[in-house]
């Protein structure tokens, strides 16, 4: 293994690099690793400030070319980007470099999203769309719209990411306009039609199209691409060794943990998940044939443990070949955080193996504390109005999975904790994203109807949280099919 690709794997900083016919790159800090492939660092190069692409491997120079054809484009296209000021190869390795100007008082613009509240966000989604649009109109696309790959300064966007630019000399057509468009969308983890309404005025505005877009066409492109979006996130980022998670294969062993979270004391427990079961500071959240929870003290932290047991030799054989739960519960809740729905970390993901054979598998994930969503409601000590808004945000919560089309399985009350003045959503093994919208309507009517059932010996507390499911749902015919609206209507009449 060469150096920099030791440096891929595990990381590093203050390292210096050797290129072939240019003076030596000074590496500072990582922004990003790709393990075996890539590396993107901030660093000096002749007296100044850079950001550089390190390119590793038999395909370094192929990548390095693709990365710097679109970074060109963009130039020569007048868009705003960081200046390409040197490619060339890195000596004593397979490898190429590209080093680009650094550029003052930046930040990245999903660092920028995380940070901001609501309304700047709007504003920062008018202003990307606009880049977009500009995108379009100059004949280049960016097909790889995460917005990381996009930098904000001085109230510029600046487009990075050069391999994810594709050129059309003859212009962009107005199918792949809209494809891209919808695929920008499908980031911006805002599903709700107004707003997508708004930004279609916006784009077809900055385009200069007069005729006009039907936005159910553009409304369908978005869960189209949000759904083959998460399939592919959910694939190749959080089951493979990635920037973010650390993968290890094994004979008798699969292991995945999100690397920002790994510690010796998270280490401690995924080496021996079993021995807390025993500790006798660890407490039991849940005893069940096929599955058993604790909560568990690693150093200073808190740790949910799941086990997911087997029962016996025909049970075993059932989920031998099948995903384990703990992973398919692992996924969706990285599907969750990248939606941006409150749900516990999802540390670290262990099965244990006989080859591709799977047996009894463990998910560890942060504790976070906080009541569930029916003893928050029956709180003797909180105001009526304060009821209302806690019903409210757990109506938005579930209207926002109706958006995304995604299905919980079991909406006990139980399953819905409040914790810091949101609701934070347990128990992820049956959730499902769908993309058929018949087959989803039918399971969220399910889920309405098990999440309505928590409060079936508390008529006053179901009036409040069916009168905001109306608040959340608004027109919505769904809510009128599991006699939501006619139910309110007649408790109102008798009041």
């Known amino acids: 293994m060469t150096a920099l690709e030791h440096i891929s794997r595990e990381g590093g900083e203050n390292f210096e690099v050797a290129l072939e016919q240019a003076p030596p790159l000074q590496c500072q800090q990582i922004a990003r690793r790709v393990p075996g492939r890539r590396v993107v660092c901030s660093a000096t190069w002749q007296g100044r400030a850079v950001y550089a692409k390190l390119f590793i491997g038999e395909k370094a120079v192929r990548y390095a070319n693709r990365d710097a054809r679109g970074a060109k484009a963009l130039m020569e296209s007048g868009l705003s980007t960081p200046e390409l000021l040197h490619q060339g190869a890195i000596a004593g390795e397979q490898g190429q470099v590209l080093i680009f100007a650094f550029v003052p008082e930046s930040r990245n613009l999903e660092e920028v999203w995380n940070a901001a509240d609501l309304h700047q966000r709007h504003a920062l989604a008018d202003k990307l769309i606009r880049t977009v649009a500009a995108h379009h109109t100059a004949g280049v696309m960016q097909t790889d719209l ?60 900055a385009r200069g199209w007069d005729e006009p877009v039907l936005l159910e066409e553009l409304q369908t492109r978005v869960r189209a691409v949000r759904y083959q979006t998460v399939q592919k ?5 959080v089951l493979r060794d990635c920037t973010d998670i650390f993968v290890e294969r094994r004979f008798d062993r699969y292991l995945a943990v999100v ?30 044939k096929t ?33 384990s739960r703990a992973s398919v519960s692992w996924s969706n809740a990285h599907m969750l955080r990248a939606f941006e729905i409150p749900t516990p970390i999802p540390l670290a993901l262990i099965e244990r ?83 058929d919208e018949k087959q989803f309507a039918r399971r969220h009517m399910r889920d309405l109807r098990r999440f309505l059932k928590n409060w079936k010996k508390t008529p006053d507390i179901l009036t409040m949280v069916k009168s905001a499911l109306i608040l959340a749902y608004g027109d919505d015919p769904l809510l009128a099919q599991i006699g939501v609206k006619k139910a309110v209507e007649t408790t109102s009449e008798k009041l």
């Not at 200073?300 to 075993?316: C, E, G, L, S, T």
């Not at 560890?364 to 409601?377: C, F, H, K, R």
């Not at 938005?396 to 399985?409: M, T, V």
């Open 291 to 323: 599955c058993t929870i604790i909560l568990a003290q690693s150093g200073a932290r808190r740790v949910v443990i799941k086990r997911y047991n087997i029962k016996n030799f025909r049970h075993a054989i059932s989920r031998a070949w099948r995903p």
């Open 146 to 205: 995460y917005l990381r790959n996009f930098l904000l300064a001085a109230d510029v966007i600046y487009t990075l990411d050069g391999d994810g630019i594709r050129i059309y000399p003859e212009g962009v057509s107005r199918e792949l306009a809209l494809e891209n468009f919808a695929l920008l969308l499908s980031k911006l983890n805002a599903p709700d039609d107004a707003r997508t309404a708004e930004w279609l005025a916006l784009y077809a505005q």
């Open 259 to 288: 690397r920002a979270e790994m510690d010796d004391d998270l280490k401690r427990v995924i080496d021996n998940p079993d021995s807390f079961f025993q500790a006798p500071d660890s407490a039991y959240l849940k005893r069940g």
């Open 353 to 435: 193996r006989w080859g591709v054979l799977r047996r009894e598998a463990w998910l560890l994930m942060s504790y976070a504390e906080g009541p569930d969503i029916a003893d928050v409601l029956a709180d003797g000590f909180l105001s009526e109005e304060q009821k209302r808004d806690i019903a409210l945000r757990a109506a938005n919560l579930l209207h926002q999975l109706r958006l995304l089309r995604i299905e919980h399985g079991d909406m006990k009350a139980t399953n819905i904790k409040w914790v810091n003045g949101a609701p934070l959503l347990l128990d992820l093994d049956a959730m499902k994203l769908h993309r």
């Open 233 to 237: 996130f959910v694939a190749r980022k």
